[in-house]
Nanobody, 116 residues
Framework: QVQLVESGGGLVQPGGSLRLSCAAS????????MSWYRQAPGKERELVAH????????NYADSVKGRFTISRDNAKNTLYLQMNSLKPEETAVYFC?????????WGQGTQVTVSP
């Protein structure tokens, strides 16, 4: 069955870095656009970044441009999000998502907490 499993979250100090991973299985990963979303307590889920199926094109929310980098390894069926210069307001559950046409899959999320 389809699985998206995020990992790499945790507690980090403001200004610190984390690298999230999303391991995919059960579908043809290389054919799907992949995205990272986040949802803070009491807020709507928001798009952080997405990357084309081949990895040649990516886009970011304005709030993370220059600090976050999305990447993928289609040979390993894995999506990544490198997050630098993290801010307390970026505390949230981070989700990965796979989309192709009308098919959409979500992971269960990984908690990122940015706090002194």
């Amino acid at each position: 069955q389809v699985q998206l499993v995020e990992s790499g979250g945790g507690l980090v100090q403001p200004g610190g870095s984390l690298r999230l991973s999303c391991a995919a299985s059960g579908f043809t990963f290389s054919m799907y656009v992949m995205s990272w979303y986040r949802q803070a307590p009491g807020k709507e889920r928001e798009l952080v970044a997405h990357i084309s199926s081949g990895g040649g094109s990516s886009n970011y929310a304005d709030s993370v441009k220059g600090r976050f980098t999305i990447s993928r390894d289609n040979a390993k069926n894995t999506l990544y999000l490198q997050m630098n210069s993290l801010k307390p307001e970026e505390t949230a559950v981070y989700f990965c998502r796979a989309v192709r046409g009308s098919s959409s899959y979500w992971g269960q999320g990984t908690q990122v907490t940015v706090s002194p």
